[in-house]
């Protein structure tokens, strides 16, 4: 009998993986989470340099525009154009109320205005009355001449234009020589002042219109000349508005610039240029994209606006353009040495025999 004690066995190890091959995994994915987040701040520091480099642009480009407004204000109290300088400063007032140089041509341009006759005189060209005048529709036969020209005279001092325009469009036709002269400059002061009124309201293209047919009775101001070249501006602007955004901010860019006062240019320009830089995303050409939206922030930001600027930018970063590669494998041409060897014989016509 053997007294051999049997050895007792070593317990074996319940997993192969040593405890560091465990743990790598976690630290792997510890350091992408690390990652991720360096990178999601960087992206909101980017983000947020970019919304306060706008705010600044902005700011810089409003002090600007109500600068340029003061400026040609004063000019144009300098040159008598009373009521567009009011017209500019009140604008710039509406923005910034603490302008003392607005202000004060502000008070200057309503006492240019109190020591102006209204309306303002102007030499009126006699012509022959136009067959085809609008409005066309006559009240009917008049029966005292000077009466009825005492009324249409109170009508055009009270700026009555909607009722003293018919008026003398009837009276000049039932008597055509009476005061031609008192009536031609009745009518044109009329279209001028009703087509300055309809200008800058919703009938545009109707005020084009009565400021087209005061310059067949006598010369236009300066002020109503501006008006009406700003008119021309807005009406081309808008005839391209959802069909042509390029065209539509080719005419909105010079009207923001000359008049921001006039039919919320500007506001249009912010609109236009915000839906052409859609249009180029829409179309993945984001660098164009981008470079609207920048424009579009100059006059006005919003959130959505900053969202679609900073992805432009994005995109446009990642969209490198395909280099053009030189055509390769090719063989030179190195031998280009006139041919050699007999020349060509040109055929010539066989002799007839005799």
């Known amino acids: 009998m053997s007294d051999a004690v049997p ?3 070593e317990p074996s190890n319940q997993s192969s993986t040593p405890p560091q091959k465990k743990r790598r995994p976690v630290r792997i994915a510890g350091l992408l989470l690390i990652i991720f987040s360096v990178l999601i701040g960087w992206f909101l520091l980017i983000a947020f340099l970019g919304w306060q480099s706008g705010q600044k642009a902005l700011q810089d480009k409003q002090v600007a525009q109500l600068e340029r407004q003061i400026t040609l204000a004063d000019e144009n109290i300098t040159q008598g154009n009373y009521q567009l300088a009011l017209t500019r400063l009140e604008w710039v007032l509406d923005r910034d109320s603490g302008s003392t140089q607005a202000q004060r041509l502000r008070d200057q341009a309503l006492a240019g205005i109190g020591a102006t006759p209204e ?3 102007v030499t009126a060209v006699t012509v022959t009355p136009a067959s085809t005048r609008l409005p066309t529709a006559t009240p009917g036969s008049i029966g005292s001449p000077n009466d009825e020209l005492l009324r249409i005279q109170r009508l055009v001092a009270t700026k009555y234009w909607e009722e003293a325009l018919p008026a003398l469009i009837a009276f000049q036709q039932q008597f055509p020589s009476f005061e031609r002269e008192e009536t031609d400059q009745l009518l044109y ?3 001028m002042n009703y087509g300055l009124d309809l200008i800058t309201g919703e009938q545009v293209e109707l005020g084009m219109y009565y ?6 009775l006598g010369d236009l101001p300066q002020s109503a000349l501006d008006y009406q070249t700003w008119a021309e501006l807005y009406t081309q602007g808008i005839s391209f508005y959802g069909v042509n955004w390029d065209a539509s901010a080719y005419y909105f860019r010079d009207l923001c610039l000359a008049a921001p006062f006039f039919q919320s240019s500007c506001d249009q320009l912010f609109t236009v240029l915000v839906s052409l830089g859609d ?3 829409f179309a993945q050409d984001w660098c164009p994209a981008q470079d609207l939206y920048a424009e ?7 959130a959505e606006l900053s969202e679609k600027r ?5 995109n446009c970063l990642l969209a490198t353009p395909t280099p053009s590669e030189p055509i390769t494998d090719t063989v030179p041409i190195t031998d280009t040495a006139p041919l050699e060897g007999a020349p060509f014989i040109l055929p010539t016509a066989t002799p007839e025999a005799p």
């Open 211 to 216: 400021l087209a047919q005061a310059q067949q």
């Open 279 to 281: 249009q180029y995303a």
């Open 296 to 302: 579009a922030s100059r006059h006005q930001t919003t």
């Open 7 to 9: 050895q007792a066995k």
């Open 189 to 191: 002061d009329v279209y």
């Open 119 to 121: 309306p303002t005189p």
């Open 310 to 314: 900073t992805q432009a930018q994005e």
